[in-house]
């Protein structure tokens, strides 16, 4: 359908409103429109509203298929990927999870073990129609320094087919040995990274989100954040991090993960938080899979009565820039997942009502993640932009977001992309006991 040329006109393509900006067109109420696109030398040489200037003889008509812009996926754990065949959680739970994961990560983690599976995962987010991926790496000494450098090793190998960005991942109680704290920020700083950490409710954690800021300032670094990812409603850590956004006048790109516990905690503290939020300017990515996973497991024998993901409603409505994305696949923390977006959006969509209307949900899986990633172009479609999209076979939300559309056609740079998955056989090998 896609000509091998990489020259060619889309007529009849169904786009969403909130994914084409610039776009005059008349939209329906799910936020669509039927476009005419043309690509040439790897770019989009056009889009306009269907049937606004003539189609040559040789346009390809959709009839109507929806077309996406390719998905930005701003939270993993690539480096955890896929150890669930030798390390599964025994009972599903998140300090199930933590444990298995840091035994895991001790006796098992070299370069190469790092390295094939975190290239396993690229290869599948890449078949699905992923443009750009943020993970999250281990960092908890001596781990850094194994990680690190094959992440470099990584971002090479994939440039121009993903944007591969890395955050370091640490306990906030890390942060204490202050000597150990600052040359880890400073080899994040020198691979180009993102300075993360999860928060708990520590006594001392405003005293180290200080310290977590003041590197951030020092090397320029933006700061990405898991925070209470738990139900326990005394876990307030967002709270504490726009409030150290804003007396730090702090000014990089802050995403903060999960905030699970907000979901849970009374009306007015609330919106108490989210006023903090905002004014900081956070953005906040919700994991709307691994979320439903792993909170409200009690002792499986109780059915979970909540869906563990937090406010996104209530932050979109007051201009916090909110995103939807993978986390974990195929570890102890989520024992499922592919890193397909499209998944991850369905499950959104059912989780967290993106529905009824649709209105600009659709950005939480391109548009609004490559802002925060810093990703110029990306998780859109627009004149003079890479044509970077993916063709579905759906040519509305309920056909889209019915099937798996594991058919999809992927195009980079003008061009379909082979869409063959890597085989699982491929890890046997490092998954011996
Ligand atoms: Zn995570």
């Known amino acids: 359908m896609i000509p091998a040329s990489g020259s060619y006109y889309l007529a009849n393509v169904r786009v969403h409103q909130s994914l084409t900006p610039g776009l005059v067109a008349t ?4 936020g669509f429109a039927l476009a005419d696109l043309s690509v040439g030398e790897g770019k989009i040489a056009s889009i306009a509203a269907h049937g606004r200037s003539k189609a040559p003889a040789d346009a390809i008509d959709l009839g109507g298929r929806i077309v996406l812009p390719c998905f930005v996926d701003c939270h993993t754990h690539i480096d955890k990927g896929h150890i669930w065949p030798r390390k599964p959680n025994p009972d599903g739970t998140f300090m199930a999870a933590l444990n298995a994961t840091g035994a895991d990560r ?8 790092v390295a094939r599976r975190m290239d396993f995962s690229l290869r599948c987010a890449y078949a699905h129609g992923t443009k750009a991926v943020r993970t999250h790496l281990d960092s908890v000494a001596p781990q850094e320094e194994i990680s690190w450098p094959v992440f470099e090793t990584i971002r090479e190998k994939w440039r121009g087919r993903i944007d591969v960005q890395a955050a370091c991942l640490l306990g906030i109680e890390s942060v204490r040995d202050q000597a150990w704290f600052e040359r880890l920020a400073k080899r994040v700083a020198a691979a180009k990274g993102v300075l993360g950490v999860v928060t708990y409710m520590v006594p001392d954690l405003e005293e180290l989100l200080d310290k977590v800021f003041a590197e951030a300032i020092k090397h320029g670094l933006d700061l990405d954040f898991h925070a209470d990812e738990t139900d326990d409603v005394s876990a307030i850590s967002l709270e504490k991090i726009a409030e150290a956004s804003l007396w730090n006048g702090f000014d990089g790109n ?4 999960h905030c699970c516990s907000l ?11 989210l006023d903090k939020v905002a004014k900081a300017g956070l953005a906040v990515v919700s994991l709307p899979m691994c979320n439903l996973y792993l909170q409200d497991r009690r002792n499986n024998q109780t059915t979970p009565r909540w869906r563990g993901v937090t406010l996104l409603h209530e932050m979109k409505a007051r201009g916090i ?8 696949t195929r570890d102890p923390f989520y024992a499922y997942g592919d890193l397909d977006m499209l998944e991850v959006y369905r499950m959104a969509t059912r989780i967290l009502h993106f529905d009824h209307p649709v209105g600009d949900w659709p950005k939480a899986m391109a548009a609004t993640p490559a802002e925060v990633m810093r990703l110029e172009g990306a998780g859109t479609l627009a004149a003079g932009g890479s044509a970077d999209f993916i063709v579905f076979k759906g040519r509305s939300w309920t056909e889209l ?3 798996p559309e594991s058919d999809r056609i992927v195009v980079r740079k003008g061009r379909a992309i082979d869409r063959r998955l890597p085989d699982y056989a491929e890890l046997d090998e490092l998954m011996v006991e």
């Open 27 to 30: 939209f329906d109420s799910d």
């Open 106 to 113: 001790t006796t098992r983690w070299s370069a190469e073990d």
């Open 254 to 257: 802050i995403l903060v993960g």
């Open 263 to 273: 979901a849970r905690q009374p009306d007015l503290e609330v919106l108490d938080t």
């Open 321 to 328: 820039k909110v995103a939807v994305a993978s986390d974990n």
């Open 401 to 403: 977001l019915s099937r």
